[in-house]
Nanobody, 125 residues
Framework: QVVLVESGGGLVQAGGSLRLACSVS????????AAWFRQSPGKEREFAAA?????????YSDFAKGRFTIARDAAAENTVYMEMNNLKPDDTAVYYC?????????????????WGQGTQVTVSS
């Protein structure tokens, strides 16, 4: 069973940066995609970014493009990061790491079968 643990959230001022990390353990690691989602109070969980685990191909939501960068750690391949720059108050949310198999809608939370517990990101104005 894949276990995901996020870290790196916190409180930051608007315009600041944070780097989230997701440690993947357990297994077998039969997943193809790792992604970050976020959820604000009263809102649905929304896709932020994803990376193909073998290919390294990356995918971003419109709000993440140009500000967020998802990456795998080449040395510690069981870790996925998301660097978030120029943060805005609207980015305040709980951020979740997730993994899924080869098929399905990349952007749909329901297509992911393993989730972390989430890490809170709060951006003050």
């Amino acid at each position: 069973q894949v276990v995901l643990v996020e870290s790196g959230g916190g409180l930051v001022q608007a315009g600041g940066s944070l780097r989230l990390a997701c440690s993947v353990s357990g297994g077998p690691f039969g997943f193809y995609v790792a992604a970050w989602f976020r959820q604000s109070p009263g809102k649905e969980r929304e896709f932020a970014a994803a990376i193909g685990w073998s290919s390294g191909a990356t995918y971003y939501s419109d709000f993440a493009k140009g500000r967020f960068t998802i990456a795998r750690d080449a040395a510690a391949e069981n870790t996925v990061y998301m660097e978030m720059n120029n943060l805005k108050p609207d980015d305040t949310a709980v951020y979740y790491c997730a993994t899924r198999g080869q098929y399905g809608d990349l952007y749909a939370a329901g297509q992911y079968d393993a989730w972390g517990q989430g890490t809170q990101v709060t951006v003050s104005s």
